[in-house]
């Protein structure tokens, strides 16, 4: 008996599983097996020939493996820093391609309770706590990116704004002292576009803001009058177009540092660039990193401002080689490196990989987290192979590892 041919036909990567099909000859009959490989170990076959056994398939299924293992493995930047995740969340509630976005609220009462929200988009926000288990589920639609601002005093901690794609508006939910949130139903956010993409939040001192964007280039700047009360019944919260303009080529991801008022949005195939906040403003981009095959690797997609003291820094998912650059805002816009989050094979917890949206927060959150949170979305989630979930990176081994302190 002899194999006449494998053939290893690879899914995307959301999907945990390869499929093999090996056709052989024994005894002179053809046969076919078809091997269905989950991606970390398990092997099932299913077997097209009821004398053909199961070992049998198993050597055959071996020998055609070695068709997938380079079309399968991902290729990450060789010689590039890495840093390992603290931590993982729970898996999101969707299979497939669901997890996108988080946004990190950091509690006024005390850090170690802080939440980060994120989105399913497919099902809606989620939160989870500082050890990654779910909090909350909201079932509120196809939620994309999701960001946040908190409030200096009042009944409700922060406000949250997340682009929903199956109202083509923006969701607003608010956030108590505890962090629990509630959708405002009443107070969507109606933008015209056809498919709500990128968004990002602004506190220009005296207003909050929303930027959302379009997949087909549109970008709108939404000025916010927010009236709270304890009771929600009477809460209102009013939104003003204020802006408009267009990009040359798909949008992805944005952040406002509030500090110096400026936009940094991101264009998947050419970069990221920075702009004005200010409402009044003329829209002139400017280039802050350009997509170049080295540093940045198209696609471009989330990123967010991490600002201590007199540092500050913006981090751009560059999703096309698994990375996380880092650029000094001070400097101005100086490329200061780009790492990895690579597996922790020892403690199970497996690196980042195809990542669309990140968030980032500065100071102590618990002693893991004593200099920030980064946390990161992973298109992949392995070890064990479950469906897709976001990871927390110490900001302080980040730091470190770039040498940025």
């Known amino acids: 008996m002899f194999v006449l041919s494998g053939r290893c036909f690879v899914l995307p990567p959301q999907f945990p599983w390869l499929l093999v099909a090996v056709l052989l000859k024994a005894d002179g009959h053809m046969r076919l097996t078809i091997g269905i490989f989950f991606r970390h170990m398990d092997v099932t076959f299913v077997n097209y020939h009821t004398s053909m056994k199961l070992n049998f398939g198993v050597i055959l299924f071996l020998t055609a493996l070695s068709t997938c293992s380079s079309s399968t493995q991902i290729i990450k930047p060789s010689g590039m820093l890495s840093v390992q995740a603290e931590l993982e969340t729970d898996e999101v509630l969707s299979a497939g391609d669901a997890a996108d976005d988080p946004a990190i609220w950091v509690s006024p009462n005390d850090p170690n309770q802080s939440l980060i929200f994120a989105t399913d988009k497919r099902a809606g926000l989620f939160s989870f706590d500082l050890e990654g288990r779910v909090v909350q589920r909201i079932i509120a639609g196809r939620l994309n990116n999701v960001d946040l601002r908190p409030f200096v005093e009042g009944p409700f901690s922060a406000l949250v704004a997340a682009s929903n794609r199956s109202t083509d508006s923006v969701s607003l939910f608010l956030v108590d002292q505890a962090g629990q949130a509630t959708w405002i139903k009443a107070n969507e956010i109606a933008t015209g576009l056809d498919d709500p993409y990128g968004l990002c939040m602004h506190d ?130 100086r490329y200061l490196g780009s790492f990895t989050v690579d597996p922790d094979v020892e403690r199970r917890i497996d690196g980042a990989e195809e990542t669309d949206g990140i968030a980032v927060v500065s100071g102590w959150l618990t002693s893991q987290f004593s200099e920030g949170l980064l946390v990161v979305q992973d298109g992949y989630n392995t070890e064990p192979t479950e469906r897709q979930n976001f990871k927390y990176v110490s900001w302080k081994n980040v730091a470190e590892t770039l040498h940025i302190n």
């Open 204 to 333: 220009d001192g005296n207003n909050l803001q929303v930027f959302v964007n379009d997949s087909d280039g549109r970008y709108q700047q939404w000025l916010l009058d927010v009236s709270l009360s304890a009771s929600l019944e009477d809460v209102s919260i009013g939104a003003t177009l204020v802006r408009e303009w267009i990009v040359a080529d798909k949008p992805e991801g944005c952040a406002v540092d509030d500090a110096t008022k400026t936009l940094y949005l991101g264009i998947e195939s050419s970069g990221v660039y920075s702009m004005s906040a200010d409402l009044s403003a003329p829209v002139v981009l400017d280039i802050v990193l350009p997509v170049d095959g080295d540093r940045v690797v198209a696609d471009v997609e989330g990123m967010d401002v991490y600002r201590m003291d007199q540092q500050a820094f913006l981090i751009v998912s560059s999703q096309g080689n698994h990375s996380f650059a880092v650029v000094d805002l001070e400097s101005p816009h």
